[in-house]
């Protein structure tokens, strides 16, 4: 069932292509020009906020979402994790869509900030993996992500589906508030339809990441560093490799480096540059800089553009291929998803069941 990958992470990384590519049909109209959501309709007009809800990787989706409504939707967002907004008694306005973020659409937290957002929101969305899950079921609108049966205790292709619906959303919305107009949706709904495509590059990029993956693993520490919507995905490549190959890993925004920890770079802490060429590219750079000349260890994950303009001096390179700025963050899963396993297996670790970890968090 492992259909001949060793384990389930590594079937469920290699899939990403191919649920993607579903997903996107489900979320797209017959003509592939605009977005049409799989089972229901949105008016985004009719909000004037977007309350997001969620634990873990799944907090992280709606993180990189954040900055989707926001850019193309002008969206005020709030991002919050289920634990500490179920108990700190948010204020929620009825012109607000509240939206919680579930795989399992069981776990406990996010289910009671989702009974708490409930007479209070103008409407009660989720965006899950399974179906018939509580969330869901309480729900005015639940959206499926349709990653399929996710094994792993670790979250990979969940998260990227989780990533291609809230695009949906957010260019949804875009489009409704007259944010996009046709021609920016159509460029948009263009780049959606290569990232199947795109993805499928990225996986080819294993070996190379099974290099580093073997260099960090003796590593006690790890830095990951991104700026903008790579922000989140720092936080879950830092996640994903602590969470199955027990080393302490953090993800920062690359411009709070400075602000503290800086302090921790020498040479034997390796440092995760999550870089696709985009407006910040070149901010992100002079952070790299400043680690390298404190002696750090840099791995910067780029596309060939971004390896070249970076210039000498970094420990180890990913290429990347090239994606729109928009879409970077669902392509860039993949090599910290990748990074991660490689990290575990070569550490001997359990990667499908870590330790003290469960697939579904139904107690808080
Ligand atoms: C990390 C991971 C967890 C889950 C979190 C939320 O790889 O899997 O952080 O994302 O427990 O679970 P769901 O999405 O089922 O609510």
């Known amino acids: 069932e492992k259909a001949g990958h060793k384990h389930f992470m ?37 909000c004037d906020r977007i309350t997001m809800v969620a634990c873990g990787t799944a907090n992280l989706a709606c993180q990189v979402a954040k900055y989707w409504f926001e850019q193309l939707a002008g969206l005020p967002v709030d991002v919050d994790i289920a634990s ?24 406990a937290d996010t289910l009671a900030a989702l009974r708490y957002a409930k007479d209070r929101a103008a409407m009660i969305l989720s965006v899950v993996n399974v179906p018939e899950s509580s969330i869901a079921r309480e729900s005015d609108l639940a959206l499926p992500i349709m990653a399929g049966i996710e094994v792993g205790v670790a979250s990979t292709k969940a998260f990227t589906c989780q990533l291609l619906a809230l695009a949906a959303l957010a260019l949804q919305a875009g489009h409704q508030r007259g944010h996009l107009d046709d021609a920016a949706m159509a460029a948009h709904m263009a780049d959606l339809n290569l990232l199947p495509g795109v993805l499928n590059q990225s996986l080819a990029q294993e070996k190379a990441i099974k290099r580093v993956a073997h260099k960090i693993s003796t590593a006690q520490d790890v830095l990951f560093l991104g700026r903008g919507a790579m922000y989140p995905l720092a936080l879950e490549g830092a996640l994903k490799l602590k969470e199955i190959s027990y080393i302490h890993a953090e993800g920062y925004a690359s411009g709070e480096l400075k602000h503290g920890p800086i302090a921790l770079i020498d040479k034997s ?90 697939k579904s968090v139904t107690v808080e």
Request: aromatic share 8%; no cysteine.
């Open 10 to 46: 590594a079937k469920e990384i290699a899939e990403q292509p191919i649920v993607l590519a579903d997903a996107l049909q489900a979320y797209s109209t017959p003509d592939g020009k605009g977005i049409e959501l799989p089972n229901g309709t949105l008016d985004f007009t009719k």
């Open 269 to 358: 802490v390796p440092v995760v540059v999550l870089a696709p060429t985009d407006d910040l590219f070149d901010k992100t750079v002079s952070n790299m800089q400043e680690v390298m000349a404190r002696g750090g260890k840099v791995v910067l994950i780029s596309d060939a553009k971004g390896v070249r303009e970076a210039g000498d001096g970094v420990w180890e390179t990913v290429v990347m291929p090239q994606i729109s700025p928009f879409l970077a963050p669902i392509l860039y899963a993949v090599p910290a998803q990748l990074l991660a396993y490689h990290t575990a297996v070569a550490k001997g670790t359990d990667v499908d069941q870590p330790r003290n970890l469960a």
């Open 84 to 107: 500490e907004f179920r108990y700190r008694k948010p204020v929620i306005s009825d012109k607000s869509y509240a939206l919680f973020v579930s795989q399992s659409g069981e776990t």
